[in-house]
């Protein structure tokens, strides 16, 4: 029971985080680029100060929840008297997953507080510039995290 909750926690905090990301990059952002530049980093500034909260707890109890299925199965075959050899798409999964959240930690806690400073003295060039590199990390963290989730599915375990 307790394996499957946190298999649950995981998959829904990693549902908030990649679907987040495509709804930012896809929807939100060609649909705000018609609106003055001042406007529209306000708007992104605001939006993406809600999200990023909702990431930054999303990420961490993907780690948490995936640090502590890893650490139960390990377990569980260590004391049936095998020996744990870890999937490499679980490998694949923790490294790239530790990656999307460091990652996401630099866009944050460098880039998001670059777009407020900028927002803040009413520079749109630096708030278009900060949003740029948001937008290049954001895709490629959507990227890892495609690729995870194709990784995980597909089982690939050469």
Sequence with gaps: ??????????????????????????????????????????????????????????????????????????KQVVQSGGSFQMPLAWTVMAVLGVLMVAIFMHIRFALYKRLGRAVEASDTAAGGAAMAQIRRWVTINLWLGAFIVVVTLMRWTT
């Design 1 to 74: 029971m307790l394996y499957a909750t946190l298999k649950t926690l995981h998959v829904l905090s990693l549902i908030v985080w990649i679907g987040g990301m495509v709804f930012a990059h896809f929807f939100l952002r060609p649909a705000v680029a018609t609106l003055e530049p001042p406007l529209r980093l306000r708007l992104m500034h605001d939006v993406l100060g809600r999200f990023f909260k909702a990431v930054l707890v999303a990420s961490l109890l993907t780690l948490v929840s995936g640090v502590w299925m890893l650490g139960r199965v390990a």
